[in-house]
Protein backbone atom coordinates (compact mmCIF):
# COMPACT_ATOMS: atom_id res chain seq x y z
CA UNK A 1 0.00 0.00 0.00
CA UNK A 2 1.31 3.29 -0.86
CA UNK A 3 0.08 4.94 2.23
CA UNK A 4 -1.42 8.58 2.86
CA UNK A 5 -0.55 10.86 -0.39
CA UNK A 6 -0.58 14.27 -0.30
CA UNK A 7 0.02 16.96 -3.05
CA UNK A 8 1.67 18.98 -3.08
CA UNK A 9 4.57 18.66 -0.87
CA UNK A 10 5.88 22.13 -0.69
CA UNK A 11 4.00 25.41 -1.61
CA UNK A 12 4.84 28.67 -1.20
CA UNK A 13 2.25 31.40 -2.32
CA UNK A 14 1.61 35.16 -1.88
CA UNK A 15 -1.10 36.74 0.61
CA UNK A 16 -4.32 36.59 -1.28
CA UNK A 17 -3.75 33.74 -3.51
CA UNK A 18 -6.01 30.59 -3.00
CA UNK A 19 -3.94 27.32 -2.29
CA UNK A 20 -5.53 24.00 -2.46
CA UNK A 21 -3.84 21.13 -0.60
CA UNK A 22 -4.94 17.29 -2.09
CA UNK A 23 -5.00 13.80 -0.11
CA UNK A 24 -5.58 10.50 -0.75
CA UNK A 25 -6.37 8.12 1.93
CA UNK A 26 -5.49 4.46 2.45
CA UNK A 27 -7.57 2.72 0.43
CA UNK A 28 -10.64 0.85 2.18
CA UNK A 29 -9.89 3.71 5.02
CA UNK A 30 -13.42 4.90 6.05
CA UNK A 31 -12.26 8.29 8.30
CA UNK A 32 -10.13 11.15 7.15
CA UNK A 33 -8.44 14.08 8.99
CA UNK A 34 -6.67 17.38 8.13
CA UNK A 35 -4.38 18.92 10.79
CA UNK A 36 -2.02 22.10 10.85
CA UNK A 37 1.18 22.13 12.63
CA UNK A 38 3.08 24.74 13.91
CA UNK A 39 6.08 25.32 16.57
CA UNK A 40 3.39 27.83 18.34
CA UNK A 41 0.41 26.00 18.35
CA UNK A 42 1.26 22.31 17.55
CA UNK A 43 -1.02 20.03 16.16
CA UNK A 44 -4.54 21.09 15.69
CA UNK A 45 -7.23 18.85 14.14
CA UNK A 46 -8.84 21.11 11.42
CA UNK A 47 -11.82 18.81 10.25
CA UNK A 48 -12.54 15.08 9.77
CA UNK A 49 -14.54 13.29 7.53
CA UNK A 50 -16.28 9.86 8.43
CA UNK A 51 -17.70 7.98 5.22
CA UNK A 52 -16.85 11.10 3.27
CA UNK A 53 -19.59 12.86 5.38
CA UNK A 54 -17.72 16.16 7.52
CA UNK A 55 -18.63 14.98 11.12
CA UNK A 56 -16.61 17.41 12.97
CA UNK A 57 -15.17 21.11 11.49
CA UNK A 58 -14.96 22.77 14.84
CA UNK A 59 -11.14 23.53 14.50
CA UNK A 60 -11.52 25.05 11.39
CA UNK A 61 -9.91 28.48 12.28
CA UNK A 62 -11.73 30.35 9.33
CA UNK A 63 -14.40 31.03 6.82
CA UNK A 64 -11.32 31.16 4.55
CA UNK A 65 -10.86 27.36 4.91
CA UNK A 66 -13.18 24.79 3.34
CA UNK A 67 -12.60 20.72 2.76
CA UNK A 68 -14.12 18.66 1.00
CA UNK A 69 -14.41 14.98 0.37
CA UNK A 70 -16.00 14.20 -2.81
CA UNK A 71 -15.62 10.46 -3.12
CA UNK A 72 -14.14 7.82 -0.25
CA UNK A 73 -10.38 8.35 -2.10
CA UNK A 74 -10.00 12.11 -2.16
CA UNK A 75 -10.01 14.64 0.05
CA UNK A 76 -9.59 19.26 -0.65
CA UNK A 77 -8.07 21.35 1.79
CA UNK A 78 -8.65 24.84 0.56
CA UNK A 79 -7.90 28.24 1.72
CA UNK A 80 -8.84 31.47 -0.02
CA UNK A 81 -7.81 34.00 0.56
CA UNK A 82 -4.45 32.91 2.01
CA UNK A 83 -2.71 34.88 4.54
CA UNK A 84 0.85 34.47 6.05
CA UNK A 85 -0.32 33.29 9.61
CA UNK A 86 -1.83 30.31 7.67
CA UNK A 87 1.89 29.36 6.79
CA UNK A 88 2.35 25.85 8.71
CA UNK A 89 2.78 22.09 7.57
CA UNK A 90 -0.83 20.40 7.01
CA UNK A 91 -1.11 16.79 7.16
CA UNK A 92 -3.86 14.21 6.38
CA UNK A 93 -4.44 11.06 7.86
CA UNK A 94 -7.31 7.90 7.61
CA UNK A 95 -7.62 5.42 9.66
CA UNK A 96 -10.01 2.28 9.72
CA UNK A 97 -11.97 2.63 12.58
CA UNK A 98 -13.00 4.57 15.19
CA UNK A 99 -10.53 6.07 17.42
CA UNK A 100 -7.74 3.31 16.06
CA UNK A 101 -4.89 4.17 14.82
CA UNK A 102 -3.97 6.67 11.93
CA UNK A 103 -2.18 6.95 9.26
CA UNK A 104 -0.09 10.42 8.34
CA UNK A 105 0.49 11.43 5.40
CA UNK A 106 4.22 13.47 4.47
CA UNK A 107 2.42 16.71 4.96
CA UNK A 108 2.16 19.68 2.82
CA UNK A 109 4.17 22.74 3.99
CA UNK A 110 2.82 25.51 3.20
CA UNK A 111 4.31 29.24 3.21
CA UNK A 112 2.52 32.47 2.32
CA UNK A 113 4.61 35.25 1.76
CA UNK B 1 -7.36 22.79 25.56
CA UNK B 2 -5.38 19.55 24.78
CA UNK B 3 -6.12 16.35 25.89
CA UNK B 4 -2.66 14.84 26.18
CA UNK B 5 -0.23 16.63 28.04
CA UNK B 6 3.25 15.02 27.58
CA UNK B 7 5.99 15.50 29.98
CA UNK B 8 9.54 16.58 29.62
CA UNK B 9 8.87 18.64 26.63
CA UNK B 10 12.40 18.23 25.89
CA UNK B 11 14.43 14.95 26.60
CA UNK B 12 18.22 14.49 25.68
CA UNK B 13 20.38 11.68 26.63
CA UNK B 14 23.19 9.39 25.54
CA UNK B 15 23.29 6.47 23.37
CA UNK B 16 22.21 3.84 25.21
CA UNK B 17 20.36 4.85 27.80
CA UNK B 18 16.97 4.64 28.49
CA UNK B 19 14.39 7.38 28.00
CA UNK B 20 10.84 7.68 29.75
CA UNK B 21 8.66 10.01 28.33
CA UNK B 22 4.96 11.11 30.73
CA UNK B 23 1.55 11.29 29.49
CA UNK B 24 -1.63 13.14 31.33
CA UNK B 25 -5.20 13.19 30.23
CA UNK B 26 -8.20 14.57 31.65
CA UNK B 27 -11.18 12.42 30.76
CA UNK B 28 -12.09 8.93 30.32
CA UNK B 29 -10.36 7.12 27.62
CA UNK B 30 -11.33 4.31 25.33
CA UNK B 31 -7.43 4.15 24.51
CA UNK B 32 -4.08 5.69 24.54
CA UNK B 33 -1.71 6.13 21.58
CA UNK B 34 1.85 7.02 20.86
CA UNK B 35 3.01 8.26 17.97
CA UNK B 36 6.98 9.46 16.85
CA UNK B 37 7.86 12.39 14.37
CA UNK B 38 11.09 12.61 12.46
CA UNK B 39 11.80 15.47 11.59
CA UNK B 40 10.27 17.38 8.55
CA UNK B 41 8.12 13.94 8.53
CA UNK B 42 4.15 12.93 9.11
CA UNK B 43 3.65 11.24 12.58
CA UNK B 44 4.43 7.28 12.83
CA UNK B 45 1.86 5.28 15.15
CA UNK B 46 4.02 2.91 17.59
CA UNK B 47 2.06 1.53 19.79
CA UNK B 48 -1.98 1.53 21.05
CA UNK B 49 -2.62 0.61 24.31
CA UNK B 50 -6.38 0.01 26.04
CA UNK B 51 -7.99 1.24 28.45
CA UNK B 52 -8.31 -2.32 29.90
CA UNK B 53 -4.96 -3.06 29.49
CA UNK B 54 -1.89 -1.54 31.76
CA UNK B 55 1.27 -2.35 30.01
CA UNK B 56 2.14 -3.24 26.52
CA UNK B 57 5.82 -3.84 24.55
CA UNK B 58 6.92 -3.60 21.16
CA UNK B 59 10.20 -4.10 20.81
CA UNK B 60 12.78 -1.92 22.43
CA UNK B 61 9.48 0.37 23.65
CA UNK B 62 7.34 0.02 27.28
CA UNK B 63 3.90 1.75 27.38
CA UNK B 64 1.95 1.77 30.66
CA UNK B 65 -1.29 3.03 31.06
CA UNK B 66 -2.82 3.96 34.71
CA UNK B 67 -6.63 4.92 34.38
CA UNK B 68 -7.12 5.85 37.77
CA UNK B 69 -4.17 8.70 37.49
CA UNK B 70 -4.83 9.11 33.68
CA UNK B 71 -1.54 8.71 33.00
CA UNK B 72 0.56 6.77 30.71
CA UNK B 73 4.21 6.62 30.12
CA UNK B 74 6.69 5.45 27.11
CA UNK B 75 9.66 3.72 27.78
CA UNK B 76 12.78 3.50 25.11
CA UNK B 77 15.48 0.95 25.72
CA UNK B 78 18.70 0.93 24.79
CA UNK B 79 18.31 4.27 22.72
CA UNK B 80 20.02 4.90 19.45
CA UNK B 81 20.84 7.82 17.54
CA UNK B 82 18.31 7.21 15.24
CA UNK B 83 15.42 7.15 18.02
CA UNK B 84 15.89 11.44 17.91
CA UNK B 85 12.22 12.88 17.07
CA UNK B 86 8.96 14.07 18.91
CA UNK B 87 7.14 11.70 20.11
CA UNK B 88 3.26 12.38 20.51
CA UNK B 89 0.51 10.87 22.71
CA UNK B 90 -2.82 10.79 21.83
CA UNK B 91 -6.05 9.79 23.16
CA UNK B 92 -9.43 8.38 22.30
CA UNK B 93 -11.83 9.80 24.64
CA UNK B 94 -15.03 8.22 25.19
CA UNK B 95 -17.70 11.47 23.97
CA UNK B 96 -14.74 12.65 21.27
CA UNK B 97 -16.07 10.76 18.36
CA UNK B 98 -13.57 9.41 15.96
CA UNK B 99 -10.56 11.82 17.25
CA UNK B 100 -7.83 11.36 18.64
CA UNK B 101 -6.75 14.16 20.60
CA UNK B 102 -2.71 15.02 20.85
CA UNK B 103 -0.80 16.54 23.14
CA UNK B 104 2.51 18.69 22.67
CA UNK B 105 5.26 15.81 22.16
CA UNK B 106 8.43 15.50 23.86
CA UNK B 107 11.37 16.23 21.69
CA UNK B 108 13.92 13.23 22.69
CA UNK B 109 17.22 13.60 21.41
CA UNK B 110 20.02 10.69 21.58
CA UNK B 111 23.53 12.03 21.13
CA UNK B 112 25.78 9.54 20.22
Sequence with gaps: DAGVIQSPRHEVTEMGQEVTLRCKPISGHNSLFWYRQTMMRGLELLIYFNNNVPIDDSGMPEDRFSAKMPNASFSTLKIQPSEPRDSAVYFCASSSARGETQYFGPGTRLLVL | ?112
Aim: proline share 2%.
Design chain 2, 1 to 112: SQQGEEDPQALSIQEGENATMNCSYKTSINNLQWYRQNSGRGLVHLILIRSNEREKHSGRLRVTLDTSKKSSSLLITASRAADTASYFCATDAFNAGNMLTFGGGTRLMVKP
